[in-house]
């Protein structure tokens, strides 16, 4: 038997370099480095208005839709470290790796099946069997399938709050992306609802990363494996969840996660 | 402060007066409607007590000013039909295309450049219109069609749609953008074009009042008048063939009205029933329009 080294380095699915953000006037995010590990959770936390949305926005380039913000610095996306906010990269391809799910469960006007076909459809994939394959996987793979395999063609809207999220979880996923976006998946949802999809998220680091914006510390604590700290545009603190919440080093992490402001 | 002050009872018989004030008028245009509809069918009674409504809607020609009068409404309705079809068919893709264009894709700039000035479309006179349909539209189409008269359905029914498209872009547009920005990020998120977002998701989203729009595109071209009177001819023809001449309903009325028939002749009366005609199309088309916004209003 060869000797095992006692841990393997976290692989790097993402890292930003750098990273400053200006929303008109507005200096939103400064100097943002921050790691993002292969098929691990990364959390970002911090108080309303502190950039955290901002930053993960970056990740998808969901701010080119939106005139007068203006970015600079890096993402590199591995494996092949493509600089993600590079002018050369196409936004759309960006987004064919990388998805998201939003705050407010936002399905589209359509019916269950749909949804969840709307990403392989956007990819040119129309065949029937293919979708229905894929479909079927992104339904069982966001803890849906068994809810809805009965009324596929039934309007979206029909769902619970907490069902259509994880619908929207599963068009995210079905198109196989390498990083998955949560915007604060949960903000809109009842406890139960909530518990599903943390639940889930812990399924899914199994298959692919994840970068999650909550504004609730237990949440962070519960879910992820590491947790980065933003005030005001300000990276203060990354680390290892276990640790940051624990012995965080800066004072500023302590008051926030002991609930001082915030 | 007593209620019974002198002060307090000044300002409660004020507030008693601006209250009736406003009730008074907001009943004003109820009571007129009414009244429009109390004259309308009184007087469409009158004149289906001399013409049987069996004869009304079956008979195929309408002559209610020969000596052998007849009275088949069917015979306007066909040019009111075909006049509107043609008119549709320009203004609903027209006024589409333009509003998901001012909608999703225009700059504010542009989208604030372009707004007022299909405004101004809009307020134009329709005899203006109705001019235009006969002098410069109707030449034009000659050209491609050197057998068209000179009073066709296909002009007027073309510059009727020209006409409508700033309603049916300015309450489409109004719908599309009111579809909210998450919904358009979910489609954008999943890598879809603007385009895509824009009809698969934006179109969908807006469906109730898009169909709000079309009715009252509808409702406009069933009751617009002066282009068809001015272009489309006055002759009563039973035809949905668009390269005829045609008169519609509205037509049909203002040549009544413009001419000195006797207030107790049959020919006079005929006015009320077509104008009955018009009003129960119109608010069939209103009813439809009302039940497809209640059965795809989305709420987000």
Same mark, same amino acid.
């Given at each position: 038997?060869?000797?095992?080294?006692?841990?393997?380095? /976290?692989?790097?699915?993402?890292?930003?370099?750098?990273?400053?953000?200006?929303?008109?006037?507005?200096?939103?995010?400064?100097?943002?480095?921050? /790691?993002?590990?292969?098929?691990?959770?990364?959390?970002?936390?911090?108080?309303?208005?502190?950039?955290?949305?901002?930053?993960?926005?970056?990740?998808?380039?969901?701010?080119?839709?939106? /005139?007068?913000?203006?970015?600079?610095?890096?993402?590199?996306?591995?494996?092949?470290?493509?600089?993600?906010?590079?002018?050369?990269?196409?936004?759309?391809?960006?987004?064919?790796?990388?998805?998201?799910?939003?705050?407010?469960?936002?399905?589209?006007?359509?019916?269950?099946?749909?949804?969840?076909?709307?990403?392989?459809?956007?990819?040119?994939?129309?065949?029937?069997?293919?979708?229905?394959?894929?479909?079927?996987?992104?339904?069982?793979?966001?803890?849906?399938?068994?809810?809805?395999?009965?009324?596929?063609?039934?309007?979206?809207?029909?769902?619970?709050?907490?069902?259509?999220?994880?619908?929207?979880?599963?068009?995210?996923?079905?198109?196989?992306?390498?990083?998955?976006?949560?915007?604060?998946?949960?903000?809109?949802?009842?406890?139960?609802?909530?518990?599903?999809?943390?639940?889930?998220?812990?399924?899914?680091?199994?298959?692919?990363?994840?970068?999650?914006?909550?504004?609730?510390?237990?949440?962070?604590?519960?879910?992820?494996?590491?947790?980065?700290?933003?005030?005001?545009?300000?990276?203060?603190?990354?680390?290892?969840?276990?640790?940051?919440?624990?012995?965080?080093?800066?004072?500023?992490?302590?008051?926030?996660?002991?609930?001082?402001?915030? | 402060?007593?209620?019974?002050?002198? %002060?307090? %009872?000044?300002? %409660?018989?004020?507030?008693?007066?601006?209250?009736?004030?406003?009730?008074?008028?907001?009943?004003?245009?109820?009571?007129?409607?009414?009244?429009?509809?109390?004259?309308?069918?009184?007087?469409?009674?009158?004149?289906?007590?001399?013409?049987?409504?069996? #004869?009304?809607?079956?008979?195929?020609?309408?002559?209610?000013?020969? #000596?052998?009068?007849?009275?088949?409404?069917?015979?306007?309705?066909?040019?009111?039909?075909?006049?509107?079809?043609?008119?549709?068919?320009?203004?609903?893709?027209?006024?589409?295309?333009?509003?998901?264009?001012?909608?999703?894709?225009?700059?504010?700039?542009?989208?604030?450049?372009?707004?007022?000035?299909?405004?101004?479309?809009?307020?134009?006179?329709?005899?203006?219109?109705?001019?235009?349909?006969?002098?410069?539209?109707?030449?034009?189409?000659?050209?491609?069609?050197?057998?068209?008269?000179?009073?066709?359905?296909?002009?007027?029914?073309?510059?009727?749609?020209?006409?409508?498209?700033?309603?049916?872009?300015?309450?489409?547009?109004?719908?599309?953008?009111?579809?909210?920005?998450?919904?358009?990020?979910?489609?954008?998120?999943?890598?879809?074009? %603007?385009?895509?977002?824009?009809?698969?998701?934006?179109?969908?989203?807006?469906?109730?009042?898009?169909?709000?729009?079309?009715?009252?595109?509808?409702?406009?071209?069933?009751?617009?008048?002066?282009?068809?009177?001015?272009?489309?001819?006055?002759?009563?023809?039973?035809?949905?063939?668009?390269?005829?001449?045609?008169?519609?309903?509205?037509?049909?009325?203002?040549?009544?009205?413009?001419? #000195?028939?006797?207030?107790?002749?049959?020919?006079?009366?005929?006015?009320?029933?077509?104008?009955?005609?018009?009003?129960?199309?119109?608010?069939?088309?209103?009813?439809?329009?009302?039940?497809?916004?209640?059965?795809?209003?989305?709420?987000?």
């Amino acid at each position: 038997m060869t000797p095992q080294p006692a841990t393997t380095p /976290p692989e790097l699915k993402a890292q930003a370099r750098e990273l400053n953000f200006h929303y008109g006037a507005f200096h939103a995010l400064k100097n943002i480095s921050l /790691p993002v590990y292969n098929e691990k959770i990364t959390a970002l936390i911090g108080p309303s208005g502190c950039g955290k949305s901002t930053f993960l926005r970056c990740f998808n380039r969901m701010h080119d839709l939106y /005139p007068d913000n203006r970015y600079g610095g890096e993402i590199r996306l591995f494996p092949d470290d493509v600089n993600l906010l590079s002018p050369d990269v196409d936004p759309i391809e960006v987004r064919m790796r990388v998805s998201m799910v939003f705050q407010k469960p936002n399905p589209f006007p359509k019916s269950i099946f749909e949804n969840a076909a709307y990403g392989l459809r956007v990819r040119g994939i129309n065949k029937k069997a293919e979708l229905e394959e894929k479909v079927e996987t992104a339904l069982v793979n966001a803890a849906l399938w068994n809810e809805v395999k009965d009324r596929l063609q039934e309007p979206a809207f029909n769902l619970s709050g907490g069902q259509q999220q994880r619908l929207c979880i599963a068009r995210a996923l079905a198109i196989d992306p390498e990083l998955v976006l949560f915007d604060e998946p949960t903000s809109a949802l009842d406890p139960i609802a909530t518990a599903s999809i943390e639940e889930l998220m812990l399924e899914l680091k199994e298959k692919v990363s994840i970068l999650i914006v909550t504004h609730n510390m237990q949440q962070a604590a519960r879910v992820s494996n590491n947790t980065a700290f933003l005030f005001e545009g300000d990276l203060i603190e990354y680390g290892l969840t276990k640790e940051l919440f624990v012995k965080p080093h800066n004072k500023q992490t302590e008051d926030y996660i002991t609930g001082r402001f915030g | 402060m007593k209620s019974s002050h002198p %002060r307090a %009872r000044k300002r %409660r018989i004020k507030e008693g007066l601006i209250e009736t004030g406003l009730l008074a008028a907001a009943c004003s245009s109820v009571a007129i409607t009414f009244a429009i509809l109390y004259i309308l069918v009184k007087e469409s009674l009158n004149f289906f007590a001399e013409v049987p409504l069996f #004869d009304f809607l079956t008979d195929t020609q309408w002559t209610p000013l020969f #000596d052998d009068a007849h009275f088949g409404i069917i015979t306007l309705i066909s040019g009111t039909v075909t006049t509107t079809l043609v008119a549709l068919s320009v203004a609903v893709p027209l006024g589409l295309t333009i509003a998901i264009y001012i909608s999703e894709f225009a700059s504010p700039r542009l989208r604030e450049t372009i707004k007022p000035i299909l405004e101004i479309l809009g307020a134009v006179p329709t005899v203006v219109f109705g001019y235009f349909a006969l002098i410069v539209v109707t030449p034009l189409l000659q050209k491609i069609y050197p057998d068209l008269p000179g009073f066709n359905m296909l002009s007027a029914g073309l510059v009727m749609g020209i006409m409508i498209v700033p309603y049916i872009s300015s309450v489409s547009e109004d719908a599309m953008r009111a579809v909210p920005m998450h919904l358009r990020e979910g489609a954008f998120a999943m890598g879809a074009t %603007r385009l895509r977002t824009a009809l698969t998701v934006v179109v969908p989203a807006a469906f109730s009042g898009l169909a709000a729009a079309l009715t009252l595109g509808c409702s406009r071209a069933v009751g617009e008048t002066m282009v068809v009177a001015v272009a489309a001819g006055m002759q009563p023809n039973l035809t949905m063939n668009p390269l005829q001449p045609a008169a519609t309903i509205s037509s049909f009325i203002v040549q009544v009205s413009l001419g #000195d028939l006797p207030h107790d002749s049959i020919g006079y009366k005929t006015i009320f029933a077509a104008g009955l005609t018009l009003l129960l199309i119109t608010l069939v088309f209103n009813v439809i329009g009302f039940w497809l916004r209640q059965k795809f209003r989305e709420e987000y």
